[in-house]
């Protein structure tokens, strides 16, 4: 099946440690978003890629860290400098038209 | 920040009824799209209208766009149940960003 990929669903972290949420895509788009979504708002943008090799901060890059090598990878590193990670990610792709979402990863510092 | 602000904030109708929610937003746009969330999971992409588009119609969904007040509605006619969702709008800038607002939640009762 083609699609957006995120794991894992659940995740825990305990203060002061880094994680790093994993993000593949099959549907062969070049752009890639994450964004954060806490309880009963928006989607605030972390980061985006619009090829490989090269990403943007979004509105809240404070906190966190990408890597693109990969067309298909996009993983999302939320490192001990976020001060309050604990919320809902989102990874997107995007064709010309529109993005695809994966199912979301929910992170909670313990 | 968020570029699309949603209004209102949450709606409540009754089946058969129709939901009409707004958008507007900051900076020009190159489109801007319509999506859906039910709770807990991903987005799914409903619509886009295109920059130099007015209207456009996609089965029971109707989307307006007007550039010179930055602002855009989503009409969903004939609601049923299965439409209780949060609905976000989203803009798409010429530095790739994909921008979203902060969303209106639809309930619809039987």
């Known amino acids: 099946d083609g699609g957006i990929t995120q794991s894992p669903k659940y995740l825990f972290r305990k203060e002061g440690q880094n994680v790093t949420l994993s993000c593949e895509q099959n549907l062969n788009h070049d752009a890639m978003y994450w964004y954060r979504q806490d309880p009963g708002q928006g989607l605030r943008l972390i980061y985006y890629?619009?090829?490989?090799?090269?990403?943007q901060k979004g509105d809240i890059a404070e906190g966190y860290s990408v890597s693109r090598e990969k067309k298909e990878s996009f993983p999302l590193t939320v490192t001990s400098a976020q001060k309050n990670p604990t919320a809902f990610y989102l990874c997107?792709?995007?064709?010309?038209?529109?993005?695809?979402f994966g199912q979301g990863t929910r992170l909670t510092v313990v | 920040s968020q570029q699309g602000e949603e209004d209102p904030q949450a709606l409540s109708i009754q089946e058969g009824e129709n939901a009409t929610m707004n958008c507007s937003y900051k900076t020009s746009i190159n489109n801007l799209q319509w999506y859906r969330q039910n709770s807990g999971r991903g987005l799914v992409h409903l619509i886009l209208?295109?920059?130099?588009?007015r209207e456009k119609h996609s089965g029971r969904l109707r989307v307006t766009l007007d550039t010179s007040k930055k602002s855009s509605s989503l009409l969903i006619t004939a609601s049923r149940a299965a439409d209780t969702a949060s609905y976000f709008c989203?803009?798409?800038?010429?530095?790739?960003?994909?921008?979203f607002g902060a969303g209106t939640t639809v309930t619809v009762r039987a």
């Open positions: 209208i295109r920059s130099n588009e």
């Open positions: 997107a792709s995007k064709n010309r038209d529109k993005a695809f």
């Open positions: 989203a803009t798409y800038h010429n530095d790739y960003k994909l921008s």
């Open positions: 890629s619009q090829i490989v090799n090269d990403f």
